[in-house]
């Protein structure tokens, strides 16, 4: 049963159809590709841009904390007023609120004075690395992030204390919580950028010495050395990183009071969420444009197809009998129609002349100019199948060396000279064949076996001693058998003259072997 083709109107409209979702997928594709690339360059940007103004609005607060502290230790000249020591380290704490906790300590490292008194700690020494270099450089100080003696994780500031003599008297400092609420915290935490953007303060070697994410803050961040090396030399720029599967884009901005770098970082889920509304956007566009060119192309699909419908329609009623005159009858109005149309005129003068042409190249093998499998197959079925008749299979020994020593250009000539060799030995009525490869099939018609062995070994003799260019001499092995009747007799006698090739074949080559169907 024949399928059922697709009608021409359907085709064109399809194609269209196709060829627009097509080319808007692919717009959409490079929109993606190109876009994605500018959104994530115009993202990166505005975090650069974002931590500078962070980074220096964090400066300003550090310089204001120290300006303050600076304040206060001109206040203080001695530390035997402890009272005094106590109203100046609320005023410091509560005035602007940058210090979570202030304290006063003597050059011993003892505390003299706290805020809020809280904390306890008035006559604790202490042991922290911060309060020891603070001790030791007598200069405004900025720690890295430690734990304090009250368990929180601090960076701490201090200003020296001096009397008037200029005496070393000890240290002011205040600290700031890096992992609870502080002013800090505040500042960071309040940017307008975008919810998704993260910010933190991390060192050059990767410290992360503050962090929205408190259970970040105080982590170790592994950083390239030559990433470490670039945040140490520049005072902002980029990079891109994983983690935990999230690609982010970070800009940051260098602190000039520490030395520390403001971390702007923005996650690809931004960027695909703004691609993604405007994928949504052209989808829409898409569908109206698809819609209107689709109705469009319906009415000329129809147009487009109408001449070539007629013109079937009139070749398959008209069969071969067509007159020119009602095949210039169809409206062509296009030019590939109407060169149809005349093609289809000139063809039905044209057939008839090569059918027969046709016939023998289809039958004939194009190499050797005998009969091929189906020319074999038809001939063969024209014989009478009350007649006995000989079948030859015949096989030329080792080819394959042929080919290998002289040559397939040698090999195609030596087929080519046992195939004119074979003609030459069988009679007119006689069906010689090439079945494939070096493989021949011959029909002696009404032909007994004792003459069809006569035959095969005359053939045999004759193309041991015969000299075939290119390849020299040459071999044959060949199998006989006869049949008697219909196909299926033919396709038995067939079988066994193969088996007496291979019986041929294994005795030793240049051979001739009989499968006796009697015997």
Same mark, same amino acid.
């Given at each position: ?11 064109l ?15 959409m594709?490079?929109i993606?590709?190109?876009q994605?690339?500018? %959104? ?17 609005t ?23 007023d ?54 030791d ?21 201090s ?13 002011i400092?205040g ?12 500042i960071?935490?309040? !940017? ?21 994410d ?8 592994v ?25 982010l884009? %970070? ?27 405007s ?10 444009i698809?819609?209107l ?25 008209g ?15 296009y ?11 000139? !063809? ?31 001939m ?7 007649s ?6 015949? @096989?030329? @020994? ?42 021949? %099939? ?10 069809g ?12 001693t ?8 040459m ?16 396709? @038995?006698?067939?079988?066994?003259? @193969? ?19 009697d015997?």
């Amino acid at each position: 049963m024949l399928k059922r083709k697709v009608h021409l109107r359907l085709l064109l409209t399809s194609l269209t159809a196709g060829g627009i979702i097509v080319t808007c997928l692919l717009m959409m594709g490079a929109i993606f590709l190109f876009q994605k690339k500018n %959104i994530e360059e115009s993202l990166i940007e505005n975090n650069i841009a974002y931590a500078q103004k962070l980074a220096d609005t964090t400066d300003r607060y550090l310089r204001t904390a120290q300006q303050e502290l600076a304040w206060s230790a001109s206040q203080i000249k001695t530390l035997d007023d402890v009272i005094h020591l106590a109203h100046e380290s609320d005023r410091l704490r509560l005035q602007s609120g940058f210090f979570n906790t202030v304290v006063v300590v003597n050059r011993d490292a003892v505390i003299a004075a706290t805020s809020p008194e809280s904390i306890k700690l008035v006559g604790v020494k202490l042991k922290s690395v911060a309060s020891r270099q603070s001790i030791d450089t007598k200069k405004p100080f900025i720690s890295s992030p430690f734990t304090s003696a009250t368990g929180n994780y601090v960076i701490f500031i201090s200003q020296p204390l001096f009397t008037p003599e200029g005496n070393y008297l000890g240290y002011i400092g205040g600290t700031i919580y890096l992992k609870k609420q502080s002013m800090l915290s505040d500042i960071l935490s309040q !940017h307008f950028l975008n919810r998704e953007a993260v910010v933190s303060i991390v060192s050059n070697e990767g410290l992360i010495i503050f962090s929205h994410d408190q259970s970040k803050t105080g982590e170790k961040m592994v950083l390239p050395a030559s990433l470490q090396k670039r945040l140490a030399d520049t005072q902002n720029g980029r990079f891109i990183t994983e983690n935990e599967g999230h690609k982010l884009l %970070i800009g940051y901005a260098n602190l000039r009071t520490t030395g520390w770098n403001v971390f702007m970082a923005g996650t690809s889920e931004t960027v695909n969420a703004i691609l993604l509304h405007s994928v949504r956007n052209i989808l829409w566009f898409i569908i109206g444009i698809l819609a209107l060119t689709t109705g469009i192309m319906v009415l000329l699909a129809g147009r487009i197809a109408l001449p070539l419908e007629k013109l079937a329609e009139m070749v398959r009623e008209g069969g071969s009998n067509a007159t020119a005159e009602s095949v210039r009858g169809v409206k062509a109005w296009y030019y590939e129609a109407d060169c149809l149309t005349e093609a289809v005129r000139d !063809h039905r003068k044209a057939v008839s002349g090569h059918m027969a042409a046709i016939s023998d190249e289809a039958m004939t093998d194009p190499l050797t100019g005998v009969y091929n499998r189906r020319g074999f197959t038809v001939m063969a079925d024209r014989l009478i199948n009350t007649s006995e008749h000989c079948v030859i299979a015949i @096989d030329i @020994d080792h080819f394959k060396n042929i080919n290998d020593t002289f040559g397939h250009d040698a090999g195609d000539d030596a087929l080519v000279s046992l195939g004119s060799l074979l003609r030459q030995a069988c009679r007119p009525t006689d069906i010689v064949s090439r079945f494939g490869g070096e493989e021949f %099939i011959v029909i002696l018609t009404h032909t007994g076996l004792a003459d069809g062995m006569m035959t095969a070994e005359r053939i045999r003799l004759t193309v041991s001693t015969a000299h075939f260019p290119g390849a020299g001499k040459m071999t044959i092995s060949a199998g006989v058998a006869v049949f008697i009747g219909n196909e299926s007799a033919r396709e @038995d006698g067939l079988s066994r003259a @193969d088996e007496a090739l291979y019986q041929a074949k294994r005795a030793g080559r240049n051979r001739v072997s009989v499968n006796d169907a009697d015997s």
